[in-house]
């Protein structure tokens, strides 16, 4: 099929449930349909600009959506085109993008109805929305992956013109290797959407049972050998942090728990300065999800890594669903009376950031921590040039990316 297929599926889909849009939102357009009968919310977000298309004003615009699709547990039919946050709007991009995803996770924690309809597009936080919605109709030309192609070719350390490296690629995160990885995932054949929105659309178990078996299933996909030993850790911060506490480490994630002069609390984190792939994202949330079994009162999940890995070999994992995972893990135990917060320890950025800091209800960041919308060399394969400074903690504050700071004299995530 032609190029055109990702539109042609979209016109597909409006006619399906007779969509009646309202009025756009710069890339994003929100509307009702209906299906046998059935009401549905309908949100189209297509992807304008080679930048990214969801920035302030259409996170701003979904999240409310989401919240009324968790209050009414009404269907909602999400179609996504998009390249993830607006790079260009930089950290206000990323600080919207953390209540659109809490909103999300509410939303799909509710049970209400979610069917996911993809575009060309569906990179970084859309490939995340997406992951919300327990199935996934793909066009036959859709590209799903946190990284796309120029960013996985800039970590590669090639041109993103490279024509071997891209077919690489783009054989790594095409429909036919999604549907592979999972039963979730259809690639639409020309027909008419109706059937399939039905089985998307249809009642499901508890959200939390389902994430978790979800969970369970990822291991199948990690490499064999994947997992360390616990090893006991000490570091500095934590000690300035805590009056006492005991902390391993495995794969850079941290577990443990301390003593403040508020009480005892639980910590998980991810640390190290490599970036995020598919086993210490798994680890992560398989220690979180251990938690809730038995609650505890709060739990800090410290966090010092500054984006997620750009190899073809977690893409063709889908790294995504262990990023969401991380998300619905720490979302479920919140729902279970936990007390999460965040805080940021060193570096911070990207759909990492947004999975530990939706779930939670603070985020806090030490004093010279380094929060961005996406590492300097990601921002440069995108927009062409590299906007890297040095931001201040009002910055983060008025973008929404971190509430209070949090100063102990040591230099961030220094062991």
Known sequence: M???????????????????????AGNLTIGRGTLDARPLHVAVVENFVASGSLGRQESQRLAALFGIVATEKSALVLFLDSAGAKVSEGLAALGAFRPLFRAGLEAAFSAAPIAAVLGKNCYGGASMLAHLAPQRLFSPVTQLAMSGPSILASAAGVSALDEMFRAMAQASISPKARVEASAANAVWDGSDPSAWLREALAPRGAPDAT???????????????????????????????????????????????????????????IVG??????????????AVWK?????????????????????????????????????CALFALGRRGTKVGLTVLGKAGG?????????????????????????????????????????????????????????????????
């Open 351 to 415: 759909g990492v950031y947004v999975a530990l800091a939706a779930p939670a209800s603070r985020v806090a960041s030490m004093h010279g921590a380094d929060i961005q919308v996406l590492p300097g060399s990601a921002v440069a394969a995108i927009l062409g040039e590299s906007r890297e400074s040095a931001p201040v903690f009002d910055e983060y504050r008025k973008s929404g990316v971190a509430d209070e700071e949090i100063r102990l004299g040591i230099l961030p995530g220094m062991k």
């Open 291 to 327: 938690l809730a079994d038995d609650p505890p009162h709060r739990l800090e999940v410290y966090l010092d890594c500054a984006t997620h890995a750009g190899r073809l070999e977690d893409e063709k994992a889908v790294l995504t669903e262990f990023i969401v995972d991380m998300a």
């Open 273 to 286: 300065k490599a970036p995020l792939g598919i086993t210490r994202a798994w680890r992560f949330a398989e």
């Open 211 to 269: 994430l978790r078996t979800r969970h369970e299933a990822l291991r199948m996909r990690l490499p064999k050998g994947a997992d360390s030993a616990w090893e006991p850790v000490r570091r500095r911060d934590l000690e300035k942090l805590y009056s006492g506490y005991e902390a391993r480490e495995a794969d850079g994630v941290l577990a443990g728990h301390g003593i403040r002069e508020s009480g005892d609390e639980s910590f998980v984190g």
């Open 2 to 24: 032609s190029e055109q297929s990702a539109s042609t599926l979209l016109g597909a889909l409006r006619d399906a449930i007779a969509f009646e849009p309202g009025s756009p």
